[in-house]
Nanobody, 122 residues
Framework: QVQLVESGGGLVQAGGSLRLSCAAS????????VGWFRQAPGKQREPVAS???????NYVDSVKGRFTISRDNAKNTVDLQMNSLKPDDTAVYYC????????????????WGRGTQVTVSS
């Protein structure tokens, strides 16, 4: 059974930093793209960042220059370092395995974590 467990969320002031981590019990983790998505209250889930199996990264415009995605295939983990956080970054953040980049959009794959709450106060 595939399990994705996110950690690292919390409450931070605007301008602060958080590091999210996701541990995946997927045997084929290293063969898959992985990514982070988020869902703010009253909004649809949206992509944040992705990293391919070869390490190519993609970000949505709103987080470029502030967020960094990384992966460790030996540990089956994917992290999201979030700097210069803004109140608009407040959301539940979800880890995804099977993420892929179409050339214009980051798209979710089959496996999702349960999410971790990030709250940024102004």
């Amino acid at each position: 059974q595939v399990q994705l467990v996110e950690s690292g969320g919390g409450l931070v002031q605007a301008g602060g930093s958080l590091r999210l981590s996701c541990a995946a019990s997927v045997s084929t983790f290293r063969l898959n793209g992985v990514g982070w998505f988020r869902q703010a209250p009253g909004k649809q889930r949206e992509p944040v960042a992705s990293i391919s199996r070869s390490g190519t990264t993609n970000y949505v415009d709103s987080v470029k220059g502030r967020f960094t995605i990384s992966r460790d295939n030996a540990k089956n983990t994917v992290d999201l370092q979030m700097n210069s956080l803004k109140p608009d970054d407040t959301a539940v953040y979800y880890c995804n395995v099977g993420t892929w980049y179409s050339g214009t959009h980051i798209l979710g794959g089959a496996y999702w974590g349960r999410g971790t709450q990030v709250t940024v106060s102004s």
